[in-house]
């Protein structure tokens, strides 16, 4: 399920070369908004949500939309770029 919002986002956020300098988060804020819209009628993000909310007061649509973020940022994310540090034991002295 991921895999393809992940490359639905990354495409949907891809500027033209020529329009790079001009680049702000406004078209990622409209393109996480736009999938999380289209994740809502899923039956697994219904049925997270359902188990998240006895210990939690939030609207669906935001929750939706923090579970599609906290996704994003998981290792591998929607670009499939592992974070080298998470393979590392937790020791203090390392952190």
Avoid: C, K
Wanted: charged share 20%; proline share 5%; net charge positive.
């Amino acid at each position: 399920m991921l895999t393809t919002v992940s490359r639905a986002i990354a495409a949907e956020i891809q500027q033209p070369s020529a329009r790079r300098a001009e680049t702000t988060v406004a078209p990622l804020v409209s393109g996480i908004r736009a999938r999380a819209r289209t994740l809502e009628n899923s039956s697994g993000m219904r049925s997270s949500f359902l188990s998240f909310t006895p210990a939690y007061s939030i609207n669906y649509s935001d929750f939706v939309v923090v579970r599609l973020l906290y996704e994003a940022t998981r290792d591998a994310g929607f670009w499939n770029m592992h974070w080298t540090i998470t393979n590392m034991p937790p020791n203090s002295d390392r952190v």
